[in-house]
């Protein structure tokens, strides 16, 4: 029997969290798409914050944090995963201690310490990593890769107030609470329910609706951060192509589509990652050139990319509503 690092997966992809809880499953010999996984906890949606200038805000292809993604993931398992709260100085034996009895651990990790993160130096921002292995000067991690932390460093990014929150498997049993089938009809509906909100919480912009609110800032906000902010993980073009990827799986594994339908229903999210990569390309040539005819085009592309939007939307309720169609025949066959 090999070491917990040398057994474990180490598939890379797009959205760090979803990439790291794909790969802890199939450590257990649970095998999921990172598309699923995604689908499931419904972190597909749409976010924008103008921030305090045009230097600090923020704009999302997601629904929600990490920390509301694991939140529902521990709502979908059968046995919820074992949360330990440490002290700082007691997390490395216990680590081991896990480590001995070959149970993987989740933890909880500050980026603002880690060198490879956006959020180096400039913010906190917390993600979930596994932590396969300890030795004396470093520490190494799975996050969308392995990573090898200085031992100190790692205390550092782990502690909040002095502590530190883990999860781990206490039997290996990540069995889900319910049927493939009703996991990602409630994933997508959570995904819904996002692109149709129309509440604003303290300048927070969601959904559709918030789309077109961000539409109307462009030209406050066409820099090379916006740039960055679509095509980061995360952005709207990683995850309009993950839903792609995760509307074909559907449409192959439950037959939802006729043969003229089924083009339509992946392709439009392929379009619009196509579209919105498009978009940050230009506004990436913007911040060299500063073209008036230039800026009016990428505004036509953002509205034409929401109405696009707006059309995978009723494809998504309609991909939803066939689930449950099938739902209710197995029930009564």
């Given at each position: 029997m090999g070491t917990i690092s040398s057994e474990f997966p180490c598939k890379t992809g797009d959205l760090c969290f979803s990439v790291n809880i794909m790969n802890y499953f199939e450590f257990y010999q649970i095998k999921h798409m990172e598309s699923w996984i995604s689908g499931v906890l419904g972190t597909f949606g749409f976010s924008y914050n103008p921030g305090s200038s045009?230097?600090?805000?923020?704009?999302?292809?997601?629904?929600?944090?990490f920390i509301d993604f694991f939140a529902r993931l521990q709502s979908k398992l059968k046995e919820p995963l074992t949360h330990t709260c440490l002290e700082v100085d007691e997390v490395v034996i216990f680590l081991k201690k896990l480590h001995k009895s070959r149970k993987l651990p989740l933890i909880w990790i500050n980026n603002y310490y880690l060198d490879y993160s956006s959020f180096y130096k400039i913010s906190t921002y917390w993600s979930l990593v596994i932590v396969l292995g300890i030795e004396s000067e470093n520490v190494t991690i799975f996050d969308n890769g392995i990573k090898s932390i200085p031992f100190q460093l790692f205390l550092d990014a782990v502690g909040?107030?002095?502590?530190?929150d883990l999860?781990?498997?206490?039997?290996?049993?990540?069995?889900?609470?319910?049927d493939a089938n009703s996991l990602i009809i409630d994933g997508l509906s959570m995904s819904i329910n996002?692109?149709?909100t129309n509440t604003i919480n303290e300048n927070h912009y969601k959904?559709?609706?918030g789309m077109y609110y961000f539409a109307e800032e462009i030209d406050v906000f066409c820099n090379i951060h916006l740039f960055t902010q679509i095509n980061k993980p995360g952005g709207l073009t990683q995850t309009r192509q993950s839903m792609g990827d995760l509307l074909l799986i559907l449409t192959k594994q439950f037959s939802l589509f006729e043969s003229g339908e089924r083009f339509q229903s992946n392709n439009i999210y392929f379009q619009l990652a196509s579209t919105w990569r498009k978009i940050g390309n230009l506004i990436y040539k913007y911040t060299l050139v500063h073209d008036n005819e230039l800026l009016e085009r990428i505004n036509k592309l953002i509205y034409s990319a929401i109405e696009a939007e707006e059309k995978g939307l009723l494809i998504l309720e309609c991909v939803v509503k066939r689930l449950k169609n099938k739902s209710l025949l197995k029930e009564n066959s």
């Open positions: 045009s230097k600090f805000f923020d704009i999302s292809g997601r629904n929600g944090e909040k107030n002095g502590y530190v999860y781990y498997s206490d039997n290996g049993n990540l069995n889900w609470n319910v996002c692109l149709k959904g559709i609706s």
